[in-house]
């Protein structure tokens, strides 16, 4: 959402989030002075209000200096997709916030697409972010005018490959193929990556040298 919808570089992300961070979730310098009732009348308050933290320096932290905000459902001239995760309190569902269209759910027990049914409703960058980090004890459920109340998307899902799978062969199911989708994860040591076909030997090599420093946890390593 930082670098692709608010246009913000890794370094103003990271410093964003470390600033979010310590708004959020300050140390209460006086908190080792309360006493015992002190301490347990702060901790029933909690359990009435159902949270911990606020969520506005969360929305706050996406919005402009002038506090203005971006809407969410904004096609990129990059032609980027940005999307969230998060779960529906109503229906009990996880559900996707993103700046692109796609068809309605398949079934019931999957996830849906998140838009307003009239464009002026649709939600803004800062609401979704407050939707996907919505998680319960800590924050609380974001109310969305016209749409819901969303939780944290993690509730549901906590793997978001998955859905992001999901989401793609719906955009486009002429692009799948008949294998799985892998994550390319470069190798130590410069060596190739594994969709290298030229260097299997290299790889087996690299591989053998692995499963030999591991032999300790169990058992000599497999043969190759």
């Known amino acids: 959402m930082g670098v692709f919808l608010m246009q913000w570089s890794a370094a103003e992300c990271l410093r964003r989030f470390e600033e979010l961070a310590t708004t959020t979730f300050k ?15 702060r901790l029933f308050r909690v359990c009435l209000q159902d ?30 997709k940005v999307a969230v995760t998060t779960t529906s309190v109503r229906e009990n569902v996880a559900g996707v916030i993103s700046n692109y ?58 793997n978001p490959a998955w859905l992001a799978w999901n989401t793609f062969i719906r ?14 994860v470069p190798l130590p040591g410069g060596a190739p990556a594994l969709d290298d076909a030229t260097a299997i030997t290299q790889l087996k090599t690299v591989v053998k040298k692995n499963a030999w420093g591991m032999s300790s946890w169990g058992g000599p390593p497999h043969k190759f």
């Open 171 to 184: 955009c486009v199911p002429a692009k799948l193929r008949s294998r799985c989708l892998r994550l390319n």
């Open 51 to 80: 949270h911990c933290y606020n969520l506005s320096p969360i929305e706050k932290a996406f919005q402009t200096q002038s506090g203005s905000t971006t809407e969410m459902f904004n096609p990129l001239q990059s032609d980027t």
């Open 101 to 158: 269209n796609y068809g309605p759910r398949l079934d019931a027990t999957t996830h849906h697409h998140i838009r307003a049914a009239q464009p002026q409703h649709d939600m803004t960058v800062s609401e979704a972010a407050a939707c996907t980090s919505a998680a319960p004890f800590f924050f609380k459920s974001k109310d969305v005018v016209q749409l819901d109340t969303f939780q944290d998307g993690g509730l549901r899902y906590n």
């Open 27 to 41: 140390l209460d310098e006086g908190k080792d002075t309360l006493t015992w009732s002190q301490k347990l009348q």
